[in-house]
């Protein structure tokens, strides 16, 4: 069955360091690959999207991602974090549906700390 | 242009009512999909629609039951409720057509379903 898995449920990342949060799939063929953030109260927002051609996508706020193909991987990647990049941060596969239908897939999600 | 309106925002039901969720898809949009997110099973599928007929359906039980309207808006509706069914429920609208990998669907800020 196809799957989505984020192995980490909690990081603590100091303001202004690095962050990779990691995503691996399980899907017979290569999947659309997406990650959406859920700040509290609120729905999900599309961060970035990987359909096909250059590994390394660009997303909104300054993420990114790349896509690995031998390891079956998608992780999200920030060079400097903010405080208010604090949310929870869902990975999901995209598996085709009647047409035009994109049937979402979600990992557990990894909620992102960020300290002072 | 408007995002995916979902009303109410808060609902308190008990066991055993039923309860009916709405949702306003992004104007043109013609694909509505509904998720539910809990703590214990994550965001799961529940269906889709696209021009008033269901194209799509996850692996819920049959009190969980959904409507398109003419104009797009969709309605979800669950009777008998379980304590189980408390959950927040996200609506999604997409273009519905025109090619898988450009039908990116919008959240909206979901419907927080508590039932006593």
């Known amino acids: 069955a196809q799957s989505v898995t984020q192995p980490d449920i909690h990081i603590t990342v100091s303001e202004g360091a690095s962050l990779e949060l990691r995503c691996n799939y399980s899907y017979g063929a290569t999947p659309y690959l997406f990650w959406y953030v859920q700040s509290p109260g609120q729905g999900l927002q599309l961060l970035l999207k990987?359909?096909?051609?250059?590994?390394l996508v660009q997303g909104i706020k300054g993420f990114e991602a790349e896509f690995k193909r031998s390891q079956s991987s998608f992780n999200l990647r920030k060079p400097s974090v903010h405080w208010s990049d604090a949310a929870e941060y869902f990975c999901a596969v995209a598996l085709p549906g009647s047409t035009g239908f994109q049937k979402l897939v979600f990992g557990t999600g990894t909620r992102l700390l960020v300290s002072p | 242009k408007a995002g995916v309106t979902q009303t109410p925002r808060y609902l308190i039901k008990t066991r055993g009512q039923q309860v009916t969720l709405s949702c306003s898809p992004i104007s043109g949009h013609r694909s509505v999909s509904w998720y539910q997110q809990t703590p214990g099973q994550g965001l799961q599928f529940l269906f889709e629609?696209?021009?008033?007929?269901?194209?799509n359906k996850g692996n819920f039980p049959g009190r969980f039951s959904g409507r398109q309207f003419s104009n797009s808006r969709s309605e979800m509706n669950v009777s008998t409720l379980e304590l189980g069914d408390s959950a927040l429920y996200l609506c999604?609208?997409?273009?519905?057509?025109?090619?898988?990998?450009?039908?990116?669907?919008?959240f909206g800020p979901g419907t927080r379903l508590t039932v006593l």
């Open positions: 999604a609208s997409s273009l519905g057509s025109g090619g898988f990998s450009s039908n990116e669907q919008f």
């Open positions: 629609y696209f021009s008033e007929t269901q194209r």
């Open positions: 990987y359909f096909s051609g250059d590994t």
